[in-house]
């Protein structure tokens, strides 16, 4: 059993009676492993304690170091071939460490969630924006994985589907994490009723939302879902569309400035923005700036280029083509240029996979 701590001393030894009852009930021969962070309410001493009568081990950090790096830890130091990991305050019923296990042990599966969403789980009266958000993200991991309960905190795993996996801590969600990243053929939710915790507070911070969201979408990218990383792009130059058009409607607003070096500084401040954003988040790039800047510039010039060429190509060609009269035609211009947008837009995501980035994206594919 894998059980990170922090300041979770008022439910340690209810959580340890608990474990070791349901273990020694189903003949299970437990090892309980307490990854604790230097907790100030003095959690650490208190499992010191209780391994004084119980096959304990803990492992003392030296500052909160985050939920997921614990759990990786505990999973280094466990000397059991099926891991468990729960939450220590005791909203994960101890109660069902038998059926999961036994999933395992049988070879039923390689992996086995306490889940909350399918029948015969549950939450304890939470409220409706509670349930509501926990609904939402499960949506966003539907593309990894197919289980109801992929944010579980609750699950077991046989050993060897971590074996040579390199697990980032980054995020909450470590269960999912495993999944996505682990040598996993066999998925088996068992259901809980997930109680609220008995004492002590959540260290879920506001933040936690966004770092979800960075999690998944890094999880997409392991699975070299390309379109995750297109539509982070297409984010970004959302982001530019909106301050290039600001920055030229105020430069013409302030009067006196041709429109044409108007244009001209929003192009550049916003591209500024798009490579910012794109370098820090779409391709967490990690090389040095170098000619980083000027290759994106470029390629968002080339880009520009291209656009002109297709509007010409389709609103001078192919219009007439199709029989569309040229005074006629404003919603065929607009059509066309949201063609050419999209167009260009799958060329400079090319362009800055392949060439401003591509010692990057080499370096994780
Ligand atoms: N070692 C360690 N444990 C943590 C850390 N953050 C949370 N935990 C533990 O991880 C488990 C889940 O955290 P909890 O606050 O219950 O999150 P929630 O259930 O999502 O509200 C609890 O046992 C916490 O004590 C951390 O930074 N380090
Ligand atoms: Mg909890």
Redesign the pocket.
Known sequence: MI??????RGNLDELVRRITGSCSGAGIDVQIVI???NSPDGTGGNAEQLAKAHNIKVIH?AG????SS?VIEGFRAASGDILVVM???L?HPPETIPAMVSKIASGEADVVVGSRYIEGGGVENWPLHRRLISKVATLFARPLTKIKDPMS?YFALKRSVIDGVTLDPVG?KIGLEVIVKGHVSKVVEVPIHFAN?KS?????GGLEMIKYLDHVTRLYESKRFWLAKYLKFSIVGGTGAIINLAIFWGLLEMGNIEYHIAAGIAFVVADTNNFIWNRLWTFRSKEKLHFQYFQFLFVSFCGFWINQGLLTLLIDYAMPGMGVLQDAASFYKVLSQVIAIFLVSLFNFAANSLWTFSPDVKKRT
């Open positions: 059980v990170p701590t922090y300041n979770e990854v604790d962070d950090r909160k170091l985050g939920l614990a939450d220590a305050d909203s905190g909450y915790r002590g507070k959540s260290k879920l």
